[in-house]
């Protein structure tokens, strides 16, 4: 039968846990004697305090003023919006070779877009073993009894190699208190359900133990796999020190330069907001172009509509065919993003100075 490795970690601090994510994720890149590697499943206990920014946040956007100095802010490998890691959340990631890598035998091949719909479940199988009324509806929580009990998200890297992960809200709420967040509001995104923790719909003290092995035995179930243990070895626990160093925001620095950035306003999008900054060169053409937001999409196809834009014609349409080619039709999801014309709109109003374009773009896939 196929394996599924399973790391835990009994107290593991915010930094940790985002760098055993990005250490999993860069191992799934590398075949291990020519084959790819086994998933590999990390149930993490949180334990300390941050704020992991998602991978394309901007946080003089999406943080306040107010949040302490005292909290460490952190940059995930996946997108979505901005939670907070405390003590008594449990932070579950499955990394894999590719989107198909974790799916049982005979199952097919799915895209980047159903990353969230199949992994999610065994987390939900694993909740509602528990007693736990566990759902996933579609956007970037899950549900308990119809409350809000922690955020998913992904991340597919150009070369294929796949990370889920969800931050569940076992003792403490992953929702950012309402004065961190710097937003004006929810943008596009309907009003989150009132937040709730594992312990509290229990009614008390919850058993760690139980709730792993519920986890864990979802997912052996729905993989049809054979869970084995797995722990870090020396070499590994030295490169995870220095991929610390890689999760820990670093205040922007690559968008300060010789050339003005021009930024557009922030657009509301279905899961939040969105924010486009340019460079423009001879009055004419974007030089370079960075997209922020909530948004959850491949890396990949986020570097290419940056470097691909780089030297288009301040235009429109030219901006709306780069964004169509990468994003249109089922190529790459943007999750958050129905209409593809956001992106144009944002990126031609921070070139312009003004409004945005007219035209029209098919839905995002």
Request: hydrophobic share 40%; glycine share 6%.
């Given at each position: 039968m196929r394996?599924?490795?399973?790391?835990?970690?009994?107290?593991?601090?915010?930094?940790?846990?985002?760098?055993?994510?990005?250490?999993?994720?860069?191992?799934?890149?590398?075949?291990?004697?020519?084959?790819?590697?086994p998933p590999t499943l990390h149930l993490g206990w949180i334990a300390g305090s941050a704020i992991a920014l998602g991978r394309f946040q901007r946080r003089r956007a999406a943080l306040a003023a107010a949040v302490p100095g005292t909290v460490p802010v952190l940059v995930r490998s996946t997108g979505g919006r901005a939670v907070r890691m405390a003590t008594g959340q449990l932070s579950v990631s499955l990394a894999m070779s590719d989107p198909s890598s974790g799916l049982p035998p005979g199952s097919g091949a799915i895209g980047a877009e159903k990353v969230i719909n199949r992994y999610v479940r065994g987390v939900l199988g694993g909740l509602q073993k528990c007693g736990l009324r566990a759902y996933y509806f579609g956007r970037d929580f899950l549900s308990v009894d119809r409350k809000h009990g922690g955020y998913v998200s992904f991340e597919v890297?150009?070369?294929g190699a796949t990370l889920f992960n969800a931050l569940i809200s076992v003792e403490a709420t992953t929702v950012l208190p309402a004065d961190w967040n710097g937003y004006p509001g929810d943008g596009g995104n309907r009003p989150d359900p009132e937040t709730t923790t594992l312990a509290t719909e229990r009614g008390g003290a919850v058993d760690r133990g139980e709730i792993e092995a519920a986890i864990i035995g979802s997912y052996a179930r729905l993989q049809e796999v054979e869970p084995r243990d797995r722990t870090l070895s020396p070499l590994e626990a030295t490169l995870l020190g220095e991929r610390e160093s890689a999760v820990v925001w670093d205040g922007e620095a690559e968008l300060f330069g010789e050339a003005e950035w021009r930024d557009s306003t922030l657009t509301p999008i279905a899961c939040g907001w969105l924010q486009a900054s340019v460079q423009v060169v001879q009055d004419r053409f974007l030089g370079a172009v960075r997209l922020f937001g909530d948004f959850m999409a491949p890396s990949g196809a986020i570097d290419s509509l940056e470097r691909d834009l780089r030297l288009v014609p301040i235009d429109w349409r030219e901006v709306g065919l780069v964004a169509d080619r990468i994003f249109g039709g089922q190529r790459n999801p943007i999750v958050g993003v129905r209409q593809l014309r956001v992106i144009p709109d944002a990126i031609l109003e921070a070139a312009r100075g003004g409004a945005p374009g007219d035209g029209e773009l098919p839905p995002a896939g």
């Open positions: 394996a599924l490795d399973v790391l835990r970690s009994d107290a593991i601090s915010p930094v940790r846990d985002l760098a055993i994510q990005r250490h999993l994720l860069a191992q799934m890149e590398r075949p291990r004697e020519g084959a790819p590697r890297a150009p070369g």
